[in-house]
């Protein structure tokens, strides 16, 4: 499976971004999909997570309320919407593709993934 992460860019604080992870290869598998991010000098953090059916999400606590995480699995995309951004929002937004995944715990988990994107760089202005 390959991912292809897009929709990053500069705005400002208050703003809002719509980031996009195209998938291509296997995608008939059920894959859980997840958007983690990595700040400058820090480690890569959860942000969030959807099931294959999207029937179940999973936030960050520093993300609920201002982003919304959907999938279209006809276009095999998934979506992270961005509101209210922060500049502790800006990082490097990575998007990871997993298999199997049973457990609601093992959602927040990056070893849980097992297919990444090349990420996708949100900058948030003050």
């Known amino acids: 499976v390959q991912l292809q992460a897009s929709g990053g860019g500069l705005v400002q604080a208050g703003g809002s971004l719509r980031l996009s992870c195209a998938a291509s290869g296997r995608t008939s598998s059920r894959y859980a999909m997840g958007w983690f991010r990595q700040a400058p000098g820090k480690e890569r953090e959860f942000v969030a997570a959807i099931s294959w059916s999207g029937s179940s999400t999973y936030y960050a606590d520093s993300v609920k309320g201002r982003f919304t995480i959907s999938r279209d699995n006809a276009k095999n995309t998934v979506y992270l919407q961005m509101n209210s951004l922060k500049p502790e929002d800006t990082a490097v937004y990575y998007c990871?593709?997993?298999?199997?995944?049973?457990?609601?715990?093992?959602?927040?988990?990056?070893?849980?993934?097992?297919?990444w994107g090349q990420g996708t760089l949100v900058t948030v202005s003050s």
């Open positions: 990871a593709a997993g298999a199997d995944v049973y457990y609601s715990n093992s959602y927040y988990t990056p070893m849980t993934y097992d297919y």
